[in-house]
């Protein structure tokens, strides 16, 4: 058995995990910057990186204690070392490299996003190259054919905001705080989806890509006019944008050739709707749907050390630099 330590600290979730090669998750734990971050209606940077300065280096010894194990005992260090707040992936990934310097340890850097797409193959492990993945986060919107570690044919990407982002913003429009995604689905339910006449952005177009800024405007059109429910204006938003994902989504399986499953991650894959509309999609078309447990699908570090058991053998330098940007398909 061999067993990864995986570290996340890309935005504004502290968290440790360590995963084994059997797709065991032995210990984690995740500290969240919610209470934090609310003030401001969004993750501030500089709170976010000060925090996980703060939180991680105990976080890991808790983890470790946790599993009643050692730095000694693990094979691998794994962080994530970008997409992200610089300043969060910076101390994770600082972190990571003392303590595989520290425990004569290989490092192993993680693409936060390879993490959210690998992270299906840890909750299942029928789960086979290729698979169709939509990977959906407040960063982030795209289609991906996952071919293998490392990859990656990006179909689509949203040439304005991601989805999450675009919850977030629905909710700060309602003035339901943050993290915006649950609040909004939870007031959705209270709502009539047909209430609120809402666009849905390159819907039928055959460009490939997503788009949710006009969606965001209208929903703050919409309240500023006065005359709807909250809950209609978020059931309303809610439908609009599963709408939109599930025609993007169409185009994508067209597009991919053959594969194994539709697969969804990254933290919208929390939305019910979302998940019911693509569960549907993917029995029309004849393949399987695959969507890892919640808390896989939010940021956790079980995703990065389970990447980093994925890429066993791979050794990083000490001086691998934290890409704020790194496009998975590079
Ligand atoms: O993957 P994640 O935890 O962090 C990023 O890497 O961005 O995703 C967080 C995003 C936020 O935008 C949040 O509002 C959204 O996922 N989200 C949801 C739900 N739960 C979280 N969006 C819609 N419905 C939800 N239930
Ligand atoms: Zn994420």
Redesign the pocket.
Known sequence: MRIVLGIES??D?TAAALVTDGRVIVAQRIASQDEAHRPYGGVVPEIAARAHAEILTPLIEATLADAGMTLADVDAVAATAGPGLIGGVMVGLVTAKALAMAADKPLIAIN?LEG?ALSPRLADETLEFPYLLLLA????CQLLLVEGVGRFRRLATTIDD????A??KT?KILGLGY????A??RLAGEGDVRKVPLPRPLLGSAEPHFSFAGLKSAVLRAKQAGVHADADIAASFQQAAVDCVIDRSKRAIQAAGPVTALVVA???A???S?RAALEALAADNSLRFVAPPLQL???NAAMIAWAGVERLGQDDPFDFAPRPRWPLDA
């Open positions: 890309s935005c979730e936060h959210h986060s407040g960063g982030h991601a989805l999450g982002e919850f977030d909710a993290p915006g995604g649950p909004v689905e990254g933290g919208v929390a939305n019910k979302i699908c939010t940021d």
